[in-house]
T-cell receptor, first 116, second 117 residues
Framework: DTAVSQTPKYLVTQMGNDKSIKCEQN?????MYWYKQDSKKFLKIMFS???????INETVPNRFSPKSPDKAHLNLHINSLELGDSAVYFC???????????????FGPGTRLTVL | AQTVTQSQPEMSVQEAETVTLSCTYD???????LFWYKQPPSRQMILVIR??????QNATENRFSVNFQKAAKSFSLKISDSQLGDAAMYFC??????????????FGTGTLLAVQP
């Protein structure tokens, strides 16, 4: 029944490692997003894909690489993790256009990444 | 660029009372949407209420209502009959109505609401 799911929910790793976070949605949406919530709770868009095409790429270090194998999945790979990458990463999905609820972005439960 | 400002980092309300959370935004666009999201300690982001800019009528969802002042670019959230379960961080968010690369949520810094029994 889960609409937007993320794995893992918690990730603890050492500096310099490479890690991935996976996201899947079963809502039939065509657009998916990654948001980052920092230690002060501030939320900011990182990336967005529409039908597997990258449409939003905010100022994010190129150590972060999103990949969308299909409309229902969006993964985030992070190379050479740094202390400052510690945050909660949220995946979200929506329809690009539509009326009513179609415009709402549905969020996953978040992945808390801790870099030691 | 669009910005969203929440000037109240923390608010407190007594159970069963009413509280209003403030939000102002800046944009030159005419087509946009405004949202209030709730984030309880579980960290799940939950949509509380949505307002389309072209609608003059203020949105209402049960105990939650907004005061949308388009000319003043103000979008406040009123919570009536506050309940303990309303305790959470509340985020005001803006989204352009033009789709494509503008289809992102721009968040305010949040207001942490405490509900006192």
């Amino acid at each position: 029944d889960t609409a937007v799911s993320q794995t893992p929910k918690y990730l603890v790793t050492q500096m310099g490692n490479d890690k991935s976070i996976k996201c899947e949605q079963n809502l039939g949406h065509d657009t998916m997003y990654w948001y980052k919530q920092d230690s002060k709770k501030f939320l900011k868009i990182m990336f967005s894909y529409n039908n597997k095409e990258l449409i939003i790429n905010e100022t994010v270090p190129n150590r972060f690489s999103p990949k969308s194998p299909d409309k229902a999945h969006l993964n985030l790979h992070i190379n050479s993790l740094e202390l400052g990458d510690s945050a909660v990463y949220f995946c979200a999905s929506s329809l690009m256009r539509g009326l009513g609820l179609g415009y709402e972005q549905f969020f996953g439960p978040g992945t808390r990444l801790t870099v030691l | 660029a669009q910005t969203v400002t929440q000037s109240q980092p923390e608010m407190s309300v007594q159970e069963a009372e009413t509280v209003t959370l403030s939000c102002t935004y800046d944009t030159s666009e005419s087509d946009y949407y405004l949202f209030w999201y709730k984030q309880p300690p579980s960290r799940q982001m939950i949509l509380v209420i949505r307002q389309e800019a072209y609608k003059q009528q203020n949105a209402t969802e049960n105990r939650f209502s907004v005061n949308f002042q388009k000319a003043a670019k103000s979008f406040s959230l009123k919570i009536s009959d506050s309940q303990l379960g309303d305790a959470a961080m509340y985020f005001c968010a803006y989204r352009s109505g033009y789709g494509g690369a503008t289809n992102k949520l721009i968040f305010g810094t949040g207001t942490l609401l405490a509900v006192q029994p």
